[in-house]
Each structure stands twice: as structure tokens, then as C-alpha cells.
């Protein structure tokens, strides 16, 4: 009897039954917990409040496990890959990704110490640059490291790849806004000035102004960093006067990188006014993740061979033929 060494192989049927299987997974657990407070309130259940906890248990791990199946997806083949020949590629963007992840958190505290430096941020750019890295480095085995190859890549190749790396931009956004998020609520006065996430907020005072259908409170914040002016927020706390309603309205400045947040809350008397500051760094990489995302599916549609293959099968069946796919 022979003794045969194998190697488990992988399709590229199955990568995607795999990334399906966590997709449809993490759908269901969304959809869960966020219909099943709804339905427990409209039984008379109780009051049910499904929070971070709940999506970190269960949304984590299975975006994870995806990201994960998504830095091996552009190597495999439709029929069968060698599981040893997907190891040895990922060396070179395992040992890139580990290294950054680790190094790049340092970066990102004012004053580094143990006590600041995040695991959430180690675990989110492991895992963002892995699919990064795998996407970058099939990309230059199939152009082989020619610019002019880059045209005869096909239309669902670039789609494919502009969706892996929009699905690491929204879990770079994810992950880091809940790593390095800073929030707090404050009295202030006139004057008073404190600091969050890096920046510092002064609170310059509230005026009293007149809407077309509102009476408003309009406060003036002051958000400086590195001692230098960069922006100023006027929340505004209305009351409109056709209902009596009451509405906060906040105050964002945001950019690519972080979004300030200044909300205006209560009058506690003697000019002091209830304000809330909040710094969410990269969460605008959220909904950038999103459309890039949207845009690889686009390209995938529009690939030409599509085009081609419906046009000759349109060709056929009005010629009377058939068509076996």
C-alpha cells in the first residue's frame, strides 16, 4: 500500500459558500438584534435593550472569520487550489500586516503608555491590512508587475478588488472609531474650556437667535489643536413655535480622518449651559468603505464578457439554437 501525502484543496466555490455562510450569518444576528427588542415591546415582554455586548459576542468574530476568508478569495481557482500553495502567499502580507498592526497603534496616542495603547486597534488593522495586503499582492501576480497588464484584467477582477479593500475601509472605520472614541458631558461656562481625544474645546458662550419658525439657542465652541484655531460649532437647542416642540441640533465638523461633535443640552442656570463634546476618529471610513463597496459591484456588472455572452446567447436563441452553458 502507497503511503500519499494530500494537501486540502480549496475552491473557489467554496471560499464563496464560506464568505456567504458568514455574510448571511452576520445578517441574521443584525437582523435579530434589532427586531427582537421591537417585538418583545409589542407582546408585552418587557423592555429589552440589545447593546455593544451582544454585537460584540457574535458580529465580531463572524466579520472576522470573513475578512479573513476574503485576503485568500482572489487566489483560488474555480476548481481546485492546494491549501499549501495559499499559505505560502500570505507570508509576505501575514508578516507585513502583523508588524504594522502592532507599530502603527504607537502612532495614534498622544502619550504612549500601556494604559492607552489599544488591542481593538491591533486586532482592527491586523485585519484590514491582511485583506489589503493579499488584495495588493494578487494584483501585481496577475499584472506581473507590469503596468500595461493592468488593462487585460478583467472588469469583475477590479470589482472584486475594489470591494475587499471597501470592506476593510468600513471595518478600519469600525474598528477605530470604537477604539479611539472620546466622549464626555460637561457643564460649562462662558469661558470654560476642556480637552478631549487631543483637541481642545472652549466654550465661548450662547446666543439667543430667531429662526423662520423657531426661537433657538445658539452656542459657540471653539475647537483648537496644537494651540492653532481649526474650526468653530454653534449648536443650537430650538424650540419651534407652530407645536412647542424642543430639538438639539448638533454641530459636526468632519473629515476623512475624525468627526467633532458638540452638542447643546440643558440651561443649568447662571450662563452655564449642559454640553456634550465627542471626538470619533476614521468614521467617515464607514460610509467611504460603503460606496467603494457599491462601486465594485458596479464594475463587476458592466465587465464586458457579460456583454458579450448575453449578446451571443440573445444570437442564438432568435437563430433557433440552443445554448448549453
Known amino acids: ?41 409589542v407582546l408585552d415582554m418587557g423592555k429589552i435593550s440589545v447593546g455593544p455586548p451582544y454585537f460584540n459576542i457574535f458580529f465580531v468574530p463572524l466579520m472576522s472569520g470573513l475578512m479573513i476568508c ?19 502567499k500570505g507570508v ?7 508588524v504594522m498592526a502592532f507599530v502603527l497603534p504607537m502612532f495614534m496616542v498622544d502619550k504612549l503608555s500601556w494604559s492607552n495603547y489599544s488591542l481593538t486597534a491591533v486586532v482592527t488593522l491586523l485585519l484590514v491590512l491582511w485583506v489589503v495586503t493579499m488584495s495588493l499582492e494578487d494584483l501585481w501576480l496577475k499584472s506581473r508587475g507590469k503596468l500595461s497588464s493592468l488593462r487585460g484584467l478583467s472588469g469583475s477582477y477590479w470589482g472584486m478588488l475594489v470591494a475587499h479593500i ?20 460637561l457643564r460649562m461656562l462662558p469661558g470654560d474650556k476642556t480637552e478631549l481625544g487631543g483637541y481642545q474645546f472652549q466654550f465661548v458662550g450662547v446666543e439667543r437667535v430667531q429662526g423662520p ?14 494651540g492653532e484655531l481649526i474650526v468653530r460649532l454653534s449648536p443650537e437647542k430650538r424650540n419651534y413655535t407652530s407645536g412647542g416642540q424642543v430639538m438639539t441640533e448638533a454641530d459636526i465638523d468632519g473629515q476623512l480622518h475624525r468627526d467633532l461633535y458638540v452638542s447643546l443640552g440643558e440651561p443649568l442656570g447662571n450662563q452655564a449651559w449642559a454640553i456634550r463634546f ?25 465587465d464586458k464578457r457579460y456583454r458579450r455572452r448575453r449578446l451571443r446567447k440573445g444570437a442564438d436563441e432568435s437563430s433557433g439554437g440552443l445554448v448549453f452553458e
Open 166 to 185: 471597501g470592506l476593510a475601509v468600513c471595518a478600519l472605520g469600525v474598528g477605530l472609531s470604537t477604539a479611539y472614541d472620546a466622549q464626555t458631558d
Open 92 to 98: 509576505i502580507p501575514s508578516i507585513v500586516s502583523l
Open 70 to 88: 476574503l485576503g485568500f478569495a482572489g487566489f483560488t481557482r474555480w476548481k481546485n487550489t492546494e491549501g499549501r500553495a495559499l499559505l505560502h
Open 278 to 302: 465627542q471626538v470619533k476618529p476614521f468614521v467617515r471610513c464607514i460610509w467611504l468603505g460603503g460606496l467603494l463597496i457599491g462601486l465594485g459591484g458596479l464594475l463587476a456588472a458592466l
Open 1 to 41: 500500500m502507497r503511503s500519499v501525502t494530500t494537501y486540502s484543496g480549496w475552491s473557489r466555490e467554496t471560499m464563496l459558500l464560506i464568505n456567504n455562510v458568514f455574510l448571511v450569518s452576520s445578517m441574521a444576528m443584525i437582523l435579530i438584534g434589532t427586531l427582537y427588542p421591537l417585538l418583545a415591546d
Open 213 to 226: 419658525n423657531f426661537i433657538a439657542y445658539r452656542g459657540n465652541v471653539e475647537v483648537k489643536s496644537g
